[in-house]
Nanobody, 125 residues
């Protein structure tokens, strides 16, 4: 099993920045793909960024150019740098991991991932 713990959320004004972190523990050397998702009460869970073991990265159109996903393998930590935040970015943000390489088309499908963190709230006003 893999345990994921997110942190770094908070409240920020529009145009501001936040950096989310997701620390993985447990059977992490079987992790091939990690992603960031977000969900607000009125919307379905949305995949916004992913990175795999070959450092291939994908972003959703809604965050391209503003968010940056990265990872530090030595620290077993996934990051999401969020700049130029907008009120519509307000959501609970989750990190997820998968124990296999995922096909490109499935990277933003929540069901493709095996483990999830508890989430960290981001509020942009």
């Amino acid at each position: 099993h893999v345990q994921l713990v997110e942190s770094g959320g908070g409240s920020v004004q529009a145009g501001g920045s936040l950096r989310l972190s997701c620390v993985a523990s447990g059977y992490t050397y079987a992790t091939y793909c990690m992603g960031w998702f977000r969900q607000s009460p009125e919307k379905e869970r949305e995949g916004i960024a992913s990175i795999d073991s070959d450092d291939r990265i994908r972003y959703a159109a809604s965050v391209t150019g503003r968010f940056t996903i990265s990872k530090d393998n030595a620290k077993n930590t996934l990051y999401l740098q969020m700049n130029s935040l907008k009120p519509e970015d307000t959501a609970m943000y989750y990190c997820a991991s998968a124990n296999r390489l995922l096909p490109w088309w499935s990277l933003f499908y929540a069901d493709a991932y095996d483990y999830w963190g508890q989430g960290t709230q981001v509020t942009v006003s």
